[in-house]
Every structure is written in C-alpha cells, then in structure tokens.
C-alpha cells in the first residue's frame, strides 16, 4: 500500500492528512494558520503535524510517497508571491522547505487546481480528459485538465478565471483591478449587492445577516430585488463559464465552492447564460455537473496532487 500525504494551506486553517490513492483519508489535524505569522515556523509546524499523524498510523515519513500540498496562489512553481491570504509568507518555498524538513518529494498546486486534481481522481471528474473545475465562495477560481494532465500554466497560476475583467469600469477587486468576474459573480459580490440594494427590499432590510445564501432564499420567496441580484450573477458567471466553452471545448465544467454546493438550483439561473454566449456547437457536448468532495475538497485536493505528481 502506498501513503501520501496531504496539505491544504489556507488563510484561516491548514489542514493536513495521510491518506492512500484511492482517496482514503486514514488520519487528519489541523493548524490555526494566524498563528504562524513567519512561513518558515509554518513549515515546521506542518512537517512536525506530518511526522505527528504518522506516528498515531504507526507509519514513519519514510512510508510516503510524496506530499501534495494546495496553496492560495499566486505561486511561482513551488514558491508564494505576494497571497492576499498569506502576506506575510511572501517568497516563502513550500517544496523546498517541505522537503527540506521531511525528505519526501513535494508537489505544490495552487488550490483550485488542487481541488480540480482532486475532483478529477477521487470526483466528478474521474475518467474524464477534457474539463474545467470552477469554485464560487467567497471568490472565484478554476482548474483545468486538457488532455488528460493538469494544465497550470508555467507559474502554476493558470485559471484564474476570478480576475478576468468582465466590467472595466466596474467594482473594485481586491487584486487591485476593476470589474473581475469575482467582483460581479461569487458570494462576496452578491452580498455586496444586497447591502448596496437593501433599502429597494424589505425582505433584505430584515435580515441580521446577509450572504448570498440568503438573497438566494429571497430570490425564491419571489423578492424581485433578490432575484435581480441572484440574476445579475448568473448571468456574469454564465459569461465567465462561456469563455470556458469556447477556449477549451471541455467535456464537462464541475462546479463547486459553497455558494453552488449550498444552492445547487441557482445553477438553472446560471446554465441558459452559459448557453447564450457560448457557440452553440460547442455547448451542445459540455456536461455542467457538481463538485462530489464537499466540505473535505481541499484535503482531497492535496492528497489527489500528491497521488498525481508524475503522472501529470
Ligand atoms: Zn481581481
């Protein structure tokens, strides 16, 4: 049996597990990540949780493969640049340090294409060649497989679809531009709409908390100004999702990230947009599916990269 190790580094908690190729994950921990300011004591605080959950398996470092690690990007290979989420790991090497500290080989992806690695073995996307995976939460990101191998551009940056520029003129965006795809069309942005348009809805001006999971539910008790919002983003998202169509000629496009997984019907909003500015042609084959991995995408992500790294 082989093992591997895998890593998901986020802003808030970096959450580690053992697991085997076919997705098991046989044991886990988690790190607080504010409390690493300095990325290096980080890194030693992922290797000691490594070598920790190896001990409990009864494994040594030595029974694994390799560590997959998914990181907020953007990444210069196995190296962070400047991550709104991490700032002050700024040039830090994940692949070198991690491997520095534990022996091991390491395959770092940014965590969309982590999780659209992960999707692709353990997910929706087993056994398919050609597909895009895109996640709305809080931002909006993808990964791409052609070909039959992960595609990550040469910085392992590629599909950032979040920051294409859909409103030049629009909202600003935190990468500092105006108008990105994430501006118009993932959970922040449809929150940010319903404050701005709370005083046209008496539904939204009751609401203590306002996320997109709620304009969705106004949406559906018939509020004509959440279902605008709800619309609006659709059809943004649709636009962004028909660039997909017409680049790649996928397969399929899996959807996740929270604001799909916890209103999966938005996507009949999303779907006919897809189809208007997509060529036609080319819609007709693509399958619009679901993320599977869920709440544990991440880790599955890293683990799948790890499973993954020489084959793609
Ligand atoms: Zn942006």
Redo the contacts with the bound molecule.
Sequence with gaps: MAYYAGVDIGGTKIAVGIGTETGEILGEGRLVTEEFKDGSKGLDAIAAEIEKICHQLGLNMNSLSRIGVGSPGPLDGGKLLKTANLPTWEGLDLSAGLQLRTGRAVAVENDATAAAIGEWIFGAGKGLKHFVYVTVSTGVGSGIVVNGARYAGIQGNAGEI??L?MKPEGRL?????RG?L??LASGTAIQRSAMEQAEASPYLKALATVDAQAVFAGALKGDATCQSIMQEAAQYLGLGLSYLVNLFNPQAIILGGGVIVNQPEWLDMVIPFVADYSMADLFHPVHIALAQLGADSGLQGALATAVTSQIV
């Design positions: 979040g920051h520029v965006c935190r990468c500092g531009r990105c994430e501006t």
